[in-house]
T-cell receptor, first 113, second 114 residues
Framework: DAKTTQPPSMDCAEGRAANLPCNHSTISGNEYVYWYRQIHSQGPQYIIHGLKNNETNEMASLIITEDRKSSTLILPHATLRDTAVYYCIVSPPMKTSYDKVIFGPGTSLSVIP | DAGITQSPRHKVTETGTPVTLRCHQTENHRYMYWYRQDPGHGLRLIHYSYGVKDTDKGEVSDGYSVSRSKTEDFLLTLESATSSQTSVYFC?????????????FGQGTRLTVV
């Protein structure tokens, strides 16, 4: 079973920030939070990951609570191309742990014009 | 985009026939993976490889075998296809010499067993 809980679906207006929550209350000390997304019919795409500090890259920002039991992925200016299923995954460092990676059902984000 | 090619992209086959799906990479990544994706189940790991001739089972390996004779190719074989193996199959690759490397996924193979 996935070790994360995400809302099954969300809507966001185009141009606004999309804030996707993820609960991972049983996360252990050596586990990271990873986010991937899957645009319809394509393979999943890596977005960002973090341990305990907030992270930002060209695609998104990741905010992790101090107790690390939840996190939020932020797409600062959502576009129609951001419509996808977003997966939140907790895992030991993915260098050698992909056999332990569990992709749950994710959140289906719809960006509305 | 990472150089991953899955073939075929679509296949329809009959129950009981053998089927081989191919994943080819041009990135020289050490790790390769096969997943299947079904409605209501998300992505599930079938088999993975951590080097040439080094493979291991994933969550849903029954009915599947794999082979990796070259770094660039990872083959998934259904020895005798069943209708329950109708699915979309994704190959993924990852590097091994960085601490937190993301996986790159192929475009998928849609397999229908009739």
């Amino acid at each position: 079973d996935a070790k994360t809980t995400q809302p099954p679906s969300m809507d966001c207006a185009e141009g606004r920030a999309a804030n996707l929550p993820c609960n991972h209350s049983t996360i252990s000390g050596n586990e990271y939070v990873y986010w991937y997304r899957q645009i319809h019919s394509q393979g999943p795409q890596y977005i960002i990951h973090g341990l305990k500090n907030n992270e930002t890259n060209e695609m998104a920002s990741l905010i992790i609570t101090e107790d690390r039991k939840s996190s939020t992925l932020i797409l600062p200016h959502a576009t129609l191309r951001d419509t996808a299923v977003y997966y939140c995954i907790v895992s030991p460092p993915m260098k050698t742990s992909y056999d332990k990676v569990i992709f749950g059902p994710g959140t289906s984000l719809s960006v509305i014009p | 985009d990472a150089g991953i090619t899955q073939s075929p992209r679509h296949k329809v086959t009959e129950t009981g026939t053998p089927v081989t799906l191919r994943c080819h990479q041009t990135e020289n990544h050490r790790y390769m993976y096969w997943y299947r994706q079904d409605p209501g189940h998300g992505l599930r790991l079938i088999h993975y490889s951590y080097g040439v001739k080094d493979t291991d089972k994933g969550e849903v390996s029954d009915g599947y075998s794999v082979s990796r004779s070259k770094t660039e190719d990872f083959l998934l074989t259904l020895e005798s296809a069943t209708s329950s193996q109708t699915s979309v199959y994704f190959c993924a690759i990852s590097e091994w010499d960085r601490a937190h490397t993301e996986a790159f996924f192929g475009q998928g193979t849609r397999l229908t067993v009739v």
